[in-house]
């Protein structure tokens, strides 16, 4: 009998999907990511009249294998002349598709690609800026995320969990949702 219960705990551990579902996913998008008043800044404050771009309304779906985000971009890139900017800008709607990926604990973008319903110098600028930085800049922090999620704090019941070795050896997108495959130990004390 011993003997089996060491065999079992020497096997590898399982795996489990967590399932993000869109909606939940947009809602952690704009907790996470866009948090100054519901925008994203990829350039500038909110404070710079002349030089800033923000991205807002986030709205999540999946096609073809890939994460697609449509959003509001707004952006100047001007000079301040006299209390007037003068420059390039415009607002429009965009349409970012990438492929979720895990990389150092968090999930983040990567091929992104971005659509926009009509054309420009300054949107040819601004998708290949965005493209850039998204694959750069924009991370979810998964560990953190499962952390918080499954671990109980001392002092808060009659047991505590620790989670431990956490690891997510694949991510795919389905129809309604992302998935990670998740392998970790959660030791309860």
């Given at each position: 009998?011993?003997?089996?219960?060491?065999?079992?705990?020497?096997?590898?551990?399982?795996?489990?999907?967590?399932?993000i579902?869109?909606?939940?996913?947009?809602?952690?998008?704009?907790?996470?990511?866009?948090?100054?008043?519901?925008?994203?800044?990829?350039?500038?404050?909110?404070?710079?009249?002349?030089?800033?771009?923000?991205?807002?309304?986030?709205?999540?779906?999946?096609?073809?294998?890939?994460?697609?985000?449509?959003?509001?971009?707004?952006?100047?890139?001007?000079?301040?002349?006299?209390?007037?900017?003068?420059?390039?800008?415009?607002?429009?709607?965009?349409?970012?598709?990438?492929?979720?990926?895990?990389?150092?604990?968090?999930?983040?973008?990567?091929?992104?690609?971005?659509?926009?319903?009509?054309?420009?110098?300054?949107?040819?600028?601004?998708?290949?800026a965005?493209?850039?930085?998204?694959?750069?800049?924009?991370?979810?922090?998964?560990?953190?995320?499962?952390?918080?999620?499954?671990?109980?704090?001392?002092?808060?019941?009659?047991?505590?969990?620790?989670?431990?070795?956490?690891?997510?050896?694949?991510?795919?997108?389905?129809?309604?949702?992302?998935?990670?495959?998740?392998?970790f130990?959660?030791?309860?004390?």
């Open positions: 009998m011993r003997l089996g219960v060491l065999l079992l705990l020497a096997l590898p551990a399982a795996a489990a999907e967590l399932r579902e869109f909606p939940a996913l947009q809602r952690m998008l704009a907790h996470e990511v866009f948090t100054q008043d519901g925008r994203r800044y990829v350039r500038g404050s909110a404070k710079q009249k002349c030089d800033f771009a923000y991205l807002e309304n986030p709205q999540v779906s999946g096609k073809d294998s890939r994460l697609v985000v449509r959003a509001r971009f707004s952006g100047r890139t001007a000079l301040d002349v006299m209390g007037r900017c003068i420059g390039l800008g415009d607002a429009f709607d965009l349409t970012l598709t990438g492929t979720p990926v895990y990389d150092k604990g968090a999930l983040k973008f990567k091929d992104v690609t971005i659509e926009t319903n009509k054309d420009s110098f300054y949107i040819r600028r601004v998708k290949r965005l493209a850039q930085s998204m694959d750069r800049e924009v991370r979810y922090d998964v560990n953190a995320a499962a952390k918080r999620m499954l671990t109980i704090p001392p002092g808060s019941g009659q047991y505590t969990t620790e989670l431990r070795e956490f690891k997510v050896p694949s991510v795919r997108v389905d129809s309604d949702a992302v998935v990670l495959e998740v392998q130990v959660l030791n309860v004390k």
